[in-house]
């Protein structure tokens, strides 16, 4: 239906009943349990049996004075994403470590097998998520954080330090791991062509996978 309105979404459920009991009972089944996330999510990846790029993002706007802020984990297919869970936050701003990892570890059963790709913008990034992924056995592309300390053959500075000869639309990687976060990491860097709203040049992405598939 392409919303969450209840009582839109209960013009397309049973024909037979009218529109108000419809939303009744969805809103019965919505605030009864959880579990549905699940039933959902597993439903949704059983159309996916091969490999699985999950992105982690955050969403949040007001109502009134009150914060609306949802952290969501989403199975990606080409251009389209399908939330697979989402945990409301109850405050405004970022999310901590701890809710990320809470969250992950709510569905990581779920994908026990199979190649997994996690992906997440650079105010999830921290020594407690690199950790956590790798002893979980998860391979992912992070966006870093511009200010971000770079480790490199013995030196340390900001990551646009080693791709400052970069032109614009280019893109390369570091040929050996670097330590960020105190974790062996690849660290790739892409020069934009055009600067982005809040004025930054460069995107960095660290990887433990393939940089090379990192940069595309």
Not at 23 to 34: M, W
Not at 35 to 53: E, H, K, N, V
């Amino acid at each position: 239906k392409r919303t969450s309105n209840i009582n839109q979404l209960s013009n397309s459920l049973n024909p037979q009943v009218k529109k108000r009991s419809n939303a009744r009972r969805t809103r019965r089944f919505l605030e009864k349990t959880r579990d549905w996330q699940a039933q959902i999510a597993r439903w949704i990846l059983s159309f996916y049996p091969g490999d699985l790029m999950l992105v982690l993002d955050r969403t949040e706007w007001m109502i009134g004075k009150t914060p609306i802020n949802f952290l969501v984990l989403a199975l990606t297919i080409k251009s389209f994403s399908f939330p697979l869970v989402f945990v409301l936050l109850g405050k405004e701003g970022s999310s901590s470590t701890a809710e990320v990892i809470a969250l992950l570890e709510k569905v990581k059963g779920w994908f026990e097998g199979r190649h997994v790709l996690f992906l997440a913008e650079r105010e999830f990034l921290s020594q407690a998520l690199l950790k956590y992924l790798r002893l979980n056995g998860l391979n992912f592309d992070l966006r870093l954080k511009k200010d971000a300390i770079v480790s490199y053959r013995g030196s340390s500075a900001k990551p646009k330090s080693w791709f400052a000869n970069l032109k614009k639309g280019q893109g390369s990687w570091l040929k050996r791991k670097v330590w960020i976060y105190g974790e062996p990491v690849y660290l790739v860097g892409i020069r934009l062509e055009q600067p982005t709203e809040d004025g930054d040049e460069f995107v960095f992405v660290v990887t433990n996978a393939c940089p090379k598939a990192a940069l595309g």
